[in-house]
C-alpha cells in the first residue's frame, strides 16, 4: 500500500550545522507531498509542500524537493538554530476515490540542536 | 489563519467510561480527521468525516465512533474507555485544492 518512510532519529546537531532529513514514498497515484514539524506540547504545524514533480517547497530556510525518479522528498536546512528542535513529518496526501484525500504520514524524526 | 481548537489539553478518565473529544474548526472546511499519535508509531488516522453526518473509518477505528452534526464541529467518542487508548489525539481539517492539514494542539488523554 501507499506509505511514508522517514529516517530514524533522533538527529543531534550543533547549532548551525547542516540538516537533512529523508524522506521516501511508496504510491499508486500522483501525491502532493508536506513535511509537518510538531514542537514540544503542541499540534503539528505545516511546513512546506509540493503538489508536482520537480516542485521545490520552502519556508523557514528549510527547503524539499519533490523527485518523482527518486520517490523521494528530502528535507534540508542549511544553518540550523536550537529553536528547530522539534519532530518533523513527512506525509503524503492522495484521493482514494472516495469525497477526500487521505494524508498519510512517516513515523517523524525528532531533531535536537544543541548550542 | 485557519483555527482548529480541541477542547481540551489534558484529560484523564477512567476505564469504562465514555469519553467525548471535541474539535471545532473556523474556516468552512468540509473535511475533518481524528488521528491518535503514539511514540514510535506516528499518526494513525481513527475516522475522517468529508461533509456534515457523513463519516468513514480510518486505520484504526475500533473502539471509537464520531458525530458530526454541524459543519464546523467533529467529535470523537471512546464508548468505553480502555487503558490502551491513552494516547495524543489530534484533529484536522482541511478543503481542497491541495488538502494540507491543520491541525489542533492536541488533547493528550490519559485513562486509569
Known amino acids: 500500500g501507499d506509505s511514508v518512510t522517514q529516517m530514524e532519529g533522533p538527529v543531534t546537531l550543533s547549532e548551525e550545522a547542516f540538516l537533512t532529513i529523508n524522506c521516501t514514498y511508496t504510491?499508486?497515484?500522483?501525491?502532493?507531498l508536506f513535511w509537518y514539524v510538531q514542537y514540544p506540547g503542541e499540534g503539528l504545524q505545516l511546513l512546506l509542500k509540493?503538489?508536482?514533480?520537480?516542485d521545490k517547497g520552502s519556508n523557514k530556510g528549510f527547503e524539499a524537493t519533490y523527485r518523482k525518479e527518486t520517490t523521494s522528498f528530502h528535507l534540508e536546512k542549511g544553518s540550523v538554530q536550537v529553536s528547530d528542535s522539534a519532530v518533523y513529518f513527512c506525509?503524503?496526501?492522495?484521493?482514494?476515490?472516495?469525497?477526500?484525500?487521505?494524508?498519510?504520514f512517516g513515523t517523524g524524526t525528532l531533531l535536537a540542536v544543541q548550542p | 489563519d485557519v483555527k482548529v481548537t480541541q477542547s481540551s489539553r489534558y484529560l484523564v478518565k477512567r476505564t469504562g467510561e465514555k469519553v467525548f473529544l471535541e474539535c471545532v474548526q473556523d474556516?468552512?472546511?468540509?473535511?475533518m480527521f481524528w488521528y491518535r499519535q503514539d511514540p514510535g508509531l506516528g499518526l494513525r488516522l481513527i475516522y475522517f468525516?468529508?461533509?456534515?453526518?457523513?463519516?468513514e473509518k480510518g486505520d484504526i477505528p475500533e473502539g471509537y465512533s464520531v458525530s458530526r452534526e454541524k459543519k464546523e464541529r467533529f467529535s470523537l467518542i471512546l464508548e468505553s474507555a480502555s487503558t490502551n487508548q491513552t494516547s495524543m489525539y489530534l484533529c484536522?481539517?482541511?478543503?481542497?485544492?491541495?488538502?494540507?492539514?491543520?491541525f489542533g494542539s492536541g488533547t493528550r488523554l490519559t485513562v486509569v
Open positions: 484536522a481539517s482541511s478543503a481542497p485544492p491541495e488538502y494540507g492539514y491543520t
Open positions: 504510491a499508486t497515484g500522483y501525491p502532493s
Open positions: 509540493a503538489t508536482k514533480a520537480d
Open positions: 506525509a503524503l496526501s492522495l484521493n482514494y476515490g472516495g469525497a477526500t484525500n487521505k494524508l498519510i
Open positions: 474556516m468552512d472546511h468540509e473535511n
Open positions: 468525516s468529508y461533509d456534515v453526518k457523513m463519516k
